[in-house]
C-alpha cells in the first residue's frame, strides 16, 4: 500500500498542473490530497480531460468516470494572448496568472508566454481593459 504522502505526490504527478481551481479547489496540490483521502472525484478536472480521469482512476483503483463537463472545458490548444495596443500595463492579468506565464511591468505593455500558458483563462476577467483574448495555439 502507498503511504499517504507518497499517494498525493503521484496523484499530483498526474494532474496537469494549470492551478486553475476548476476542481473546486485552489491549485492541483489539494485536489490531490482530497483524492488521496477520498474527498474529491476523478472527474473534476476538466484541463486533464478525459484521459486525466482515466489515469487517476487506474493509479486509485477507481471505476473510470469521464471528467464532468459542467465544470469547464478540455482544449489543451487553446492559448491567450494580450493585444498590445490596448494594454495599458495594469498588472491585474500577472497577478491572475496561477502559471506565471504573463510578463511585463507596470505601465508597460505585457505579453503571455505561450509554453506556459495553459488556458486557463484566469487572467481574461481580471483585465479592465478587455485586451486578453482565447486563440487557438494549433492554428
Same mark, same amino acid.
Given at each position: 500500500?502507498?503511504?499517504?504522502?507518497?499517494?498525493? +505526490?503521484? !496523484?499530483?504527478? @498526474? @494532474?496537469?498542473? #494549470?492551478?486553475?481551481?476548476?476542481?473546486?479547489?485552489?491549485?492541483?496540490?489539494?485536489? *490531490? +490530497? *482530497?483524492?488521496?483521502?477520498?474527498?474529491?472525484?476523478?472527474?473534476?478536472?476538466?484541463?486533464?480531460?478525459?484521459?486525466?480521469?482515466?489515469?487517476?482512476?487506474? @493509479?486509485?483503483?477507481?471505476?473510470?468516470?469521464?471528467?464532468?463537463?459542467?465544470?469547464? $472545458?478540455?482544449?489543451?490548444?487553446?492559448?491567450?494572448?494580450?493585444? +498590445?495596443?490596448?494594454? !495599458?500595463?495594469? #498588472?491585474?492579468?500577472?497577478? *491572475?496568472?496561477?502559471?506565471?506565464? !504573463?510578463?511585463?511591468?507596470? $505601465?508597460?505593455?505585457?505579453?503571455?508566454? +505561450?509554453? @506556459?500558458?495553459?488556458?486557463?483563462?484566469?487572467? !481574461?476577467? *481580471?483585465?479592465?481593459?478587455?485586451?486578453?483574448?482565447?486563440?487557438?495555439?494549433?492554428?
Amino acid at each position: 500500500m502507498h503511504s499517504p504522502t507518497n499517494l498525493v +505526490e503521484r !496523484i499530483d504527478r @498526474l @494532474l496537469p498542473q #494549470t492551478q486553475c481551481g476548476q476542481c473546486g479547489f485552489p491549485a492541483c496540490r489539494p485536489y *490531490a +490530497e *482530497a483524492l488521496a483521502v477520498g474527498e474529491a472525484g476523478i472527474d473534476h478536472c476538466p484541463p486533464g480531460g478525459d484521459a486525466g480521469a482515466a489515469a487517476l482512476a487506474k @493509479l486509485l483503483g477507481k471505476p473510470f468516470k469521464p471528467y464532468d463537463r459542467s465544470r469547464g $472545458k478540455h482544449d489543451p490548444s487553446l492559448k491567450v494572448r494580450i493585444v +498590445e495596443a490596448d494594454c !495599458i500595463g495594469c #498588472t491585474k492579468c500577472i497577478s *491572475a496568472c496561477p502559471v506565471d506565464a !504573463i510578463i511585463g511591468a507596470a $505601465k508597460l505593455m505585457h505579453v503571455v508566454i +505561450e509554453p @506556459l500558458c495553459t488556458g486557463c483563462e484566469l487572467c !481574461i476577467p *481580471a483585465c479592465p481593459v478587455d485586451c486578453i483574448v482565447v486563440s487557438d495555439a494549433s492554428a
